[in-house]
């Protein structure tokens, strides 16, 4: 084997150490050389092994570069250990990089300061959470490198508690398991040396329906009798493209079919809800803003068919969010992200007529965590769409300029172009983040001094 096909292979493993990966990474780099222009697409969602995905940051960073893609982003469940990683890999590869991660936050105590009708909303529906009423998803992205030990405090007993919770769950399902004669799952095992909670990841229930998914596998094996043991035994309800994927033995992303098939139709006999995890949403938006980071709202919209089979056809927050979307401003969250894949032109459209009215950065990402989804998102290239990019370099430069001084933050009452509307300095951020070199700390700086003068533009 040569050199660059052993790089290859060191830096997909999550059992090396991010100085090995980077190391081998290195050697790719060298022979890729420095992008030759600019491809209009980004994903500022890419799970790592931090908490579930086939990918480490330095393996999405190259796979995002693979992809053609100007701007990578990793955002990990409760964890930012991913981060360093990332970003370093992102500088080598001459993209851009946003980090930052994503977790459950609690709506119970936000309620109390809206009229009942809207606190009702609020606590009693789906939002954009499958699995929970109350508790919605958020995105904490653009975090400043040096605010890195105050996010791992940050998340510390939210990782803990999901720990204690999964464990629970673990003894449910082997007693599901038990009772069709199954193999059971070793939560160390199977599930601890998995996630990387040693090194700061997360597990998450994904891990957890991994393992039952080669407890089945291990018991029933591929090809149709699977389908019609999931369906006859277990009792899913499989859709026609599910039917077809889960009952081709030849099948390489089987597991992870498997997995989103019972994420759909399996996970919630398990499930345990993540009330002693999920801080208050509140106090989620303040620690945001105050380290410089840029709090949003993860828009998920009614469901029909789910691009990886893992939720069902559902409604969720299409109805109300006339309602919903001022609240969210009043509780402080200054932007909405989105994935253009996932949702219909029209509703998109009506999202972002919303996010003009209201004042809120609109962002976009693909949630990468298996491997038969594409890091493309060619969707960023139509005119309704064009801005998403902007809003991408305009992350790339609030990070990397907060992280020589964070008056830089975008959304900063000290920033020096907060006088500027947030249509106009994301326009500003976007132009300085496509002049930066993260591999060069200089251009970081002079890039920081042309928006100082560009302040009294």
Not at 395 to 414: K, P, Q, T
Request: contains cysteine; hydrophobic residues 40%; charged residues 25%.
């Amino acid at each position: 084997m040569n050199d660059q096909h052993d790089a290859t292979l060191i830096i997909a493993d999550a059992a090396q150490t991010p100085a090995q990966r980077l190391k081998a990474l290195a050697t790719v780099a060298r022979a890729l050389g420095r992008p030759k222009g600019r491809s209009g697409e980004s994903n500022n969602h890419i799970h790592t092994c931090y908490s579930f995905s086939p990918y480490t940051p330095a393996g999405a960073a190259l796979a995002a570069r693979g992809a053609g893609l100007d701007v990578a982003g990793s955002v990990d469940h409760d964890s930012y250990a991913a981060a360093g990683e990332m970003r370093a890999a992102c500088a080598m590869l001459g993209i851009g990089a946003v980090t930052g991660f994503e977790l459950r936050v609690s709506l119970k105590k936000a309620a109390h300061r809206f009229p009942e009708k809207i606190a009702r909303l609020l606590t009693e529906r789906k939002l954009n959470n499958p699995d929970s009423t109350g508790i919605l998803y958020m995105t904490i992205q653009g975090v400043p490198a040096q605010a890195g030990a105050e996010v791992e405090v940050f998340l510390a007993p939210v990782r803990r508690a999901r720990y204690e919770r999964t464990k629970r769950m673990v003894e449910r399902a082997n007693a599901l398991l038990g009772d069709i004669g199954l193999p059971s799952i070793d939560f160390e095992k199977d599930l601890v040396a998995a996630s990387k909670f040693a090194e700061g990841g997360t597990i998450t229930e994904r891990h957890l329906l991994a393992a039952v998914s080669r407890s089945i596998l291990a018991a029933v094996g591929p090809g149709p009798t699977l389908t019609a043991w999931l369906e006859g035994t277990l009792g899913l309800r499989l859709s026609d493209s599910q039917r077809r994927i889960l009952s081709d033995p030849a099948n390489p992303h089987l597991s992870y079919d498997l997995l989103g098939a019972l994420k759909a139709g399996f996970l919630d006999r398990i499930f345990i809800q993540p009330e002693e995890e999920c801080v208050d949403v509140l106090d989620a938006v303040e620690f945001a803003m105050r380290i410089g980071a840029i709090p949003a709202y993860a828009y998920l919209g009614d469901v029909a068919e789910s691009p990886t089979g893992d939720k069902k056809a559902e409604k969720f927050e299409d109805d109300i969010l006339d309602e919903l979307m001022p609240a969210l401003k009043e509780m402080g969250f200054p932007a909405i992200t989105y994935m253009p894949p996932r949702n219909t032109l029209a509703q998109l459209a009506r999202l972002q007529r919303l996010c003009e009215r209201y004042g809120f950065m609109e962002i976009s990402g693909v949630d990468i965590n298996q491997p038969r989804q594409s890091f493309n998102c060619p969707e960023l290239r139509l005119p309704a769409f064009r801005h998403l990019d902007d809003a991408t370099w305009a992350m790339v430069a609030h990070e990397a300029l907060s992280a020589v001084d964070r008056r830089f933050g975008i959304f900063s009452n000290e920033n020096p172009l907060s006088r500027f509307p947030i249509r106009q300095r994301i326009t500003m951020f976007a132009q300085a983040g496509r002049r930066i070199d993260l591999s060069d700390p200089r251009s970081i700086e002079e890039t920081a001094n042309t928006l100082l003068q560009e302040k009294n533009v």
